[in-house]
């Protein structure tokens, strides 16, 4: 085993491929015995009853967290257990010593795949010492004492012996500096014993059946809104069923199965319109709102923000589709939301003509705003139900593109990674009183259809003609397609299908075409892509 | 500093083999039965590559002369020729075996495996030279012990061996060593020389080693720490021992990074007198992984990775560059300094006349990638 110990330290590559399971679990016990009989060749039973392990007993993780830690077991120490044991393990292990919601705040973005997350930590140590390589986020979703955070400095020296000899490391005392100063920093920030874990354990849990309207927006489709019925409950295994559509009016449907983790955290890998997807989500302490992300279980790059209400609960609106109105102009608005009540406010200067559809989740009207509207937010209500808003403005007076900095990846062409594409909305913000765009008074209106294109982002790209092998943009979607991957002959020094672009947004607003652009670095694959970055 | 004089007092083990068994040497034999011997006077450079092997290659006609297969699996494939150019040293097995390589014959002659006990997982990250007389190995050791349940890192250490101990070669002495050492060279005086946060000299017998040029803790008025990785020991016809380093220097007054002038520069341990140097040789324009001076003109430095670049180090200035149809890692020159071999990455070496900068051939190996393999020019 020792011998293909590093080959299999691609692992990350073989970790890659590993979703959270979603459709078994396991009494405790089982789990208990399984350790027993699987793991005990190199950890301990410290004491029987409570069943208390070395190392494993002494950490809290995430779903994902302990799904990684059990999948290198697997592939680098030998564990052999089945796919349902590795199931019944990570449920076990993620409700017995999981994160409590609020420990997880702030860093569910790299839960929910968002792998354009730019990172920001104050501690320059944390930075350069673990964010250097992985996500600052994996780290943060860990909770040990010393003792354990010290056996991670070990395992890391062990594991990747070079990382002493990388930038950023060969400038300093690296293992001094992991051992005196990182493992106490660690230990203080993320230790083992939270109250807020103390008290997450003593709530009661609760079942998340039942019928629930969702709201999302999707890059390149638009608004979305639907009913999603969630159906079982035993062993915190459900059905889901998504039943939805987007602005445009195409359907969004699909069904599949969730899982429970630690009474909030929402799992579920479902199949939408023949693409098959994952709902990564929070749910609220008193189990009426989900919020996190869905995304394409391949292409996670494809993903919107989801929110969630069950019918049933306190009204509540979540969105107003679109969320803007031009002042002088009659719209068709769909509210979005639970008890969605029969007198509709949508704010000052704002008028419903007409109520052209209800039903329990949603109610579609037609809207005036006055041409003598105040431009601005509306707090929108609907009876009992609010906590939507609605943008007023009269003119377009600057188009940013979000987001605004980004990375994609080229993939596929015979490689193991597919490509990582990039997705782009154009938002439309309002010039405040200053009548300057981009300044600080300035007002988000929201996401507005727009034409795309790529240009080269600076001269070096224009010589090495990265628009042209980098990928293709879609005018309409502003998804943007990376080429394949691999050298290729055709480039200076056969390099990748690299390329540093410019996104640009093209609005057209009274007339005249109001511009917006970002940056877009297409890059080489992540080799390395387990569940958290 | 202030770890060494705790290492030295805590220094001075010598292990002896039985101590500590050790796994996995059974299989050592001659892989590739090429028995085609080198010529005496002939001018040869050796590289490794994917899948395994060891490639000579002969520089009066620019062509593969022979190819040896390696033990174990690649990686990293850095070699070390021996003073008697006869033997090649090779770190590979995942950075894990050192093995010595008869190049007449391709048997494998010797073979240490780096780790010291049966729960130890242990890597040389490319350290590992040879006594000026062949005798003895010198390999920077970065052992793991691994528990049942836990890893537990080790102290970095220095591990002497005999190279006549055959195939199952055990230290015949072991000293604490700096951290993070790579490239390291043996000067005439038995000196060893390795590059780590500093460039150190060690004392081989007593295991005793001091600064020979500051690196990390240099005190060069106006200058930044300088940024120094270099993990290829090219063995020169000059008998040097060359690290590039990259670093900034502040305009006088001031400590601002946006005024400061960018500079590349190279240390050097001429190993025949022991002279050492840092000296700055032009400004950052592009990286180079590898440098090295001409052996017709100390004052000229070559570097390379995306390009073929080439120095005055006087003027401080870049004089010439070719463009590369990719990167290379790793430069070296022949003997005469007429012409420059570029190796690492890829399945071929490309030469170069020295003077002119002009592509003169491209020498095709049977095999896939370089990697990160140590091109050495030698006449045998």
Redesign the interface.
């Known amino acids: 085993m ?2 293909y ?3 299999k330290l691609a692992g990350g590559a073989v970790l890659a491929g590993l979703l959270l399971p979603v459709t078994s679990t396991q009494a405790s016990p089982d789990a208990e015995s399984i350790i027993r009989s699987k793991c005990l060749a ?3 039973e410290e004491s029987a009853e409570p069943a208390q392990f ?2 494993m007993s002494h950490q809290r993780k995430t779903p994902e967290g302990w799904l990684m830690t059990i999948a290198r077991m697997q592939l680098m120490h030998g564990l052999k257990v089945t796919d349902e044991e590795r199931r019944t393990l990570v449920k076990y292990f993620a409700d017995k010593q999981g994160l409590a919601p609020e420990e997880t705040a702030g860093s569910r973005y790299a839960m929910e795949r968002r792998l354009n997350t730019m990172e920001s930590f104050e501690s320059t140590n944390f930075t350069e010492m673990c964010a250097r390589c992985h996500s600052g986020a994996r780290v943060t979703l860990q909770r040990r004492p010393a003792a354990e955070w010290e ?1 991670l ?3 890391h ?3 990747w ?2 990382l ?2 990388q ?1 950023l490391a ?2 300093r ?3 001094d500096l992991a051992f005196k100063e990182m493992v106490p920093e660690l230990a203080s920030n993320y230790s083992l014993k939270s109250d807020s874990w103390n008290q997450w354990q003593q709530m009661a849990k609760q079942p998340l059946s039942g019928s629930w309207s969702f709201s999302g927006q999707m890059p390149g489709k638009g608004d979305l809104r639907g009913v999603m019925t969630v159906s079982g409950g035993q062993g915190d295994q459900y059905k889901v069923k998504v039943d939805g559509e987007y602005a445009d009016g195409s359907a969004f449907k699909g069904s599949g199965s969730a899982i429970v983790y630690t009474g909030y955290e929402w799992r579920a890998n479902l199949t939408v319109d023949g693409v098959k997807m994952r709902q990564v989500f929070a749910a609220s302490a008193d189990g009426s709102e989900l919020t996190g992300r869905m995304f394409e279980s391949i292409h996670d790059e494809a993903g919107m923000d989801f929110t969630a209400i069950r019918s049933g609960s306190t009204p509540k609106l979540l969105s107003v589709q679109p969320e803007y109105i031009r002042a002088g102009s009659t719209e068709v608005l769909t509210l979005v939301g639970t008890g969605i009540g029969q007198k509709i406010d949508l704010g000052d200067g704002i008028k419903v003509v007409s109520e052209l559809y209800r039903d329990d989740n949603k109610v579609v009207v037609q809207a005036t705003a006055l041409s003598s509207a105040e431009t601005g937010q509306r707090k929108v209500k609907a009876g009992k139900a609010n906590g939507a808003t609605l943008n007023v403005f009269d003119q377009i007076g600057s188009v940013r593109v979000v987001p605004e900095f980004s990375v994609a990846r080229v993939g596929g062409n015979g490689g193991s990674t597919p490509k990582y594409n990039g997705h782009f909305q154009a938002e439309a913000w309002m010039n405040g009183a200053d009548g300057q765009p981009g300044t600080d008074d300035d007002m988000r209106i929201g996401f507005v259809p727009a034409k795309w294109h790529v240009e080269p982002f600076d001269a070096q790209a224009e010589a090495d003609r990265d628009t042209h092998f980098a990928g293709q943009m879609d005018a309409k979607t502003g998804v943007f397609t990376t080429a394949a991957a691999g ?1 290729n002959p055709e480039r200076r ?2 390099t990748n299908n690299a390329g540093n672009l410019k996104v640009v947004a093209e609005v057209e607003e009274n007339g005249q075409t109001l511009n917006g652009d970002g940056q877009l670095i297409v890059t080489v694959q992540r080799w390395n892509n387990p569940p958290l970055p | 500093m202030k770890n060494n004089n705790k290492l030295r007092r805590s220094a001075i083990t010598l292990l002896t083999a039985t101590a500590l068994g050790l796994s996995g040497t059974a299989t050592m034999t001659a892989l590739a039965a090429d028995g085609k011997a080198l010529k005496s006077g002939q001018e040869y450079m050796i590289v490794a590559n994917y899948p395994n092997q060891l490639h000579v290659l002969d520089l009066a006609t620019d062509s593969v002369y022979k190819t040896c297969d390696l033990p174990g699996r690649f990686g990293p494939g850095a070699l070390q020729v021996a003073p008697d150019k006869k033997t090649a040293f090779v770190l590979n097995n995942g950075y894990e075996d050192i093995y010595g390589v008869d190049m007449d014959t391709c048997e494998v002659t010797f073979h240490a495996n780096m780790s010291q006990a049966r729960n130890e997982r242990t890597k040389s990250i490319y350290a590992f030279a040879l006594s000026y007389d062949g005798k003895e190995l010198y390999t920077v050791q970065n052992p793991t012990l691994l528990e049942r349940d836990h890893y537990r890192v080790q102290p970095t250490r220095l591990a002497v061996y005999d190279t006549s101990s055959g195939l199952n070669a055990k230290p015949v002495r072991m000293f604490p060593s700096p951290r993070t050492v790579t490239a390291m060279q043996v000067g005439k005086d038995g000196g060893l020389y390795m590059a780590g946060p500093d460039i150190y000299k060690m004392d081989v017998q007593t295991g005793k080693y001091d600064v020979a040029i500051p690196s990390r803790n240099w005190q060069r008025e106006r200058y930044v720490q300088p940024d120094v990785l270099n993990v290829w020991a090219v063995q020169t016809p000059t008998q040097d021992f060359t690290i590039l380093y990259t670093t900034a220097r502040f305009q006088e007054g001031s400590e601002d990074l946006n005024t400061a002038d960018w500079l590349y520069g190279y240390f050097n341990v001429n190993l025949e007198t022991g002279a050492t140097e840092a000296r700055d040789f032009g400004p950052i324009t592009e990286i180079y992984f590898t440098g090295t001076r001409s052996p017709k003109d100390p004052n000229i430095m070559y570097g390379v990775l995306n390009r073929l670049a080439k120095y005055d180090i006087e003027k401080q200035e870049l004089i010439q560059a070719a463009e590369l149809e990719h990167s290379y890692y790793c430069i070296t020159v022949n003997q005469t300094g007429s012409k420059i071999y570029l190796a690492g990455t890829n399945n071929h070496v490309a030469v170069f006349d020295g003077d002119t900068l002009e592509r003169l051939n491209t020498i095709d190996l049977p095999g896939g990638d370089m990697s990160t393999t140590t091109a050495q020019v030698f006449v045998r």
């Open positions: 020792k011998k110990n590093l080959s190199c950890h301990t070395s190392r056996h400095v070990h395992f020296m062990g594991q012996p070079t002493e000899y930038a060969r400038d005392d690296w293992m050298p020094m056969s």
